[in-house]
């Protein structure tokens, strides 16, 4: 029964050889395929990152900007009001540029905190 045995198993290798083989070969070039896929994930997360980075640094700057000139547009109306010779039109404008520049900081809020939860989501390096 043994030498029967035997016989199966070796009658089953020499036949089945070259698909062996070949499972073996798609079993190596998938392998290194996941290789290949998971270095480019990583460099890419790792340009994602980088590039969140530099965003939520541009978005700091415009803030601060965008804070500034609300500031001196406040300055501005208080000036045209003290001056009370300016038409209301102008002052309308004013109070539209103002409003402008309030919601455009807001706004600006609110892409950092959807782009801090961008990063988040992102793997640590």
Known sequence: MDNLVRMF??????????????????????????RQVHEEMQERSRGLSEAVFDVRDTLAQTADLVQDLSTEGQQLKRIIADLGAVSGEVYDILNQAVDYLRRCGQSLDRVERALSEVKDRLPRR
Not at 17 to 26: D, H, M, N, R
């Open 9 to 34: 198993i070796s009658s089953v290798n020499q036949l089945l050889k070259g698909q062996v083989e070949e499972l073996t070969q798609c079993i190596r070039e998938t392998i290194t395929w996941q």
